[in-house]
Structure formats: structure tokens, C-alpha cells
């Protein structure tokens, strides 16, 4: 069980780290939401149309694994995502989803590869976030997001929503909240990038940086 001051800590981790993410645009309005584990019998997730750039470390959400609510304000919506996310990937300790605008720019374009939304263009995308699988549309709220997650979420530690926005876990708050900012960047590189010839990274480079760096890539 996590100490008190674990959780007040990450409470203002949260409120910290989703201003950072809305002064960059990230995450307009009332979108977007962060959480993270606390223990083995809860977790903590932002609040239901709250702006991530305003949030109070004390009505953020706390749940159990059942996704009942034992503080703070009612949680986002998406919660149950979360939950899919965190029961079928132990190594995932935060999440992050955005409605950043060059990721779901591109999850809004028809011609995508399904294993893996965004190509191997920088060796970063590759170390940080790995292949991002493209999942079905669903509705804001439909819980069938929950079972696709549910499918993707032991092998890959991002997906991407189609029409909608990435979806991001990682070891620590930290490294998650960094692991969003870099799909975001290498969106835009991507879109940049759409009417020239680039290059993708090499299956030798790709290999290095497996080997270097423990980078989980699947050509």
C-alpha cells in the first residue's frame, strides 16, 4: 500500500505535469486525461470535464481496481480505458491520453498501417513509444474501447484511436507524460514528411537500438 506522502506527491505530479501538457497545446479545453497507480488497491485518474491545465491535486479521482470511487470528484469518462490498459500490461504504471492535434490528425487519415500508425522515422519514436497500433472507432465512452485496448495493451505501450488520440503508458508518471510529447513531435514530423521521400529507420538500426537501448520494435 502506498504512504500518504506517495500520494499527495503524485496528486501534485499530476496537476504539474497536465499544465505543462496544456500550455503546449496538448490538450485543449476539457480533453485529455492522466492517471497513475497508487497500490494494489487503487489508482488515481483526473477528473470528468476537468481542463488540464486547472487541475486541484484534491478532487483528482480516486478509484479501486473495479473502477469504484473512493475520493476526490467522479473520473473521466474514459476510465474504464485506463483500467483495460493497466490490468493487461503490469508494466504499465501512468497513462496519458491526449486529443493532441498532430497525433489525432493523424489517426484521422485513411491510409494508415494498422500495426503501426506512425513509421520508424526517428530513433526516439522507436525507443520511447514503440509500434502504435491503430484501433477501431468507437464513441467517447463506448466500452468496447475497453476489450480493443484490452487486446493490444500486454504487447504495445501506446495505441492510437482512430479519429480521436493516442493512448500512452509508461514505467512512471515521467517517463509516460515524455513518451506522449514524443509521439506528439514525431506526428508532426510525419506529417511533414507525407508529400517527400524520407526515411525510415533501417531492421539494422532498429536492432541497435534494441540491443543499446532495450527499444521494443516488431518489424
Not at 487503487?42 to 481496481?65: F, H, K, Q, V, Y
Not at 509516460?176 to 539494422?204: F, G, I, M, N, W
Request: proline share 8%; hydrophobic share 35%; charged share 20%.
Amino acid at each position: 500500500m502506498s504512504h500518504p506522502a506517495d500520494e499527495r506527491y503524485l496528486r501534485e505530479r499530476i496537476a504539474t505535469l497536465g499544465q505543462r501538457l496544456y500550455a503546449r497545446g496538448l490538450s485543449p479545453g476539457t480533453s485529455g486525461n492522466i492517471s497513475v497507480r497508487l497500490d494494489d488497491e487503487s489508482w488515481l485518474c483526473t477528473p470528468t470535464n476537468s481542463c488540464m491545465g486547472e487541475l486541484a491535486p484534491d478532487e483528482i479521482s480516486r478509484l479501486d481496481w473495479q473502477g469504484n470511487l473512493l475520493g476526490g470528484k467522479p473520473p473521466s469518462k474514459e476510465y474504464f480505458f485506463h483500467l483495460a490498459y493497466y490490468a493487461n500490461r503490469p508494466a504499465a504504471q501512468a497513462i496519458v491520453h491526449l486529443h493532441s492535434s498532430y497525433s489525432s490528425a493523424v489517426a484521422c487519415l485513411d491510409d494508415l498501417d494498422p500495426q503501426s500508425a506512425l513509421p520508424p522515422i526517428t530513433p526516439y519514436f522507436v525507443m520511447r513509444v514503440g509500434n502504435l497500433p491503430l484501433l477501431p472507432y468507437r464513441r467517447p465512452g463506448d466500452e468496447r474501447l475497453g476489450e480493443d485496448i484490452a487486446a493490444y495493451a500486454p504487447h504495445h505501450a501506446a495505441v492510437l484511436l482512430a479519429n480521436h488520440g493516442p493512448v500512452v503508458t509508461g514505467k512512471d508518471l515521467e517517463a509516460t507524460v515524455s513518451a506522449a510529447e514524443e509521439l506528439e513531435e514525431t506526428a508532426k514530423l510525419y506529417l511533414l514528411l507525407r508529400d517527400k521521400p524520407y526515411r525510415e529507420l533501417s531492421h539494422a538500426q532498429i536492432a541497435e537500438l534494441k540491443d543499446v537501448f532495450g527499444a521494443v520494435w516488431e518489424s
